[in-house]
């Protein structure tokens, strides 16, 4: 988390919040190590050309310019896939190896604010940019299981 926060201030943008959500959250409330880690990055008063994928592609030259934050490979794994796509998502996924080669997926994506259906279509038109007020609201709540 320390490596994106830097990042993001390297960018100009050490004042947008960064949210820590998903299966990250509940793995430590469950007690065990999280393995993965999921961000929701608020753009809300950011340019309209700073989106999550133009960001997060410049990590892996980050992180060779910067070392001694520990983390020494960013991979792109997926930047707007077909599915986010589809959902008109901005979404990233990478796994980053640190210096213990312990390898961490990490899923990003902006805080969405309101979702509206067209009629015809099941897909949401999504307001990116959204409050994360408006994001934690939209999200699943599940905690029958644990």
């Known amino acids: 988390l320390k490596f994106v926060l830097d990042f993001m201030h390297s960018e100009g ?85 640190d210096t213990a080669d312990k390898k961490t997926e990490v899923d990003v994506m902006p805080t969405i604010g309101e979702e509206r259906y067209e009629k015809d279509s099941r897909i949401p038109t999504r307001n990116q940019r959204g409050e994360p007020e408006q994001d934690a609201l939209r999200r699943d709540l599940t905690i029958g299981a644990m």
């Open 13 to 97: 943008l050490g004042a947008v919040p960064v949210y820590i959500n998903g299966g990250y959250v509940r793995d430590l409330l469950l007690g065990k190590e999280p393995d993965d880690l999921d961000l929701s990055v608020c753009l809300r008063g950011c340019a309209e050309e700073v989106t999550v994928a133009g960001l997060l592609e410049k990590l892996p030259a980050f992180a060779d310019a910067r070392p001694e934050l520990g983390v020494t490979q960013v991979k792109l794994a997926t930047i707007l896939s077909n599915e986010s796509k589809n959902k008109q998502l901005d979404t990233f996924k990478a796994h980053f190896t």
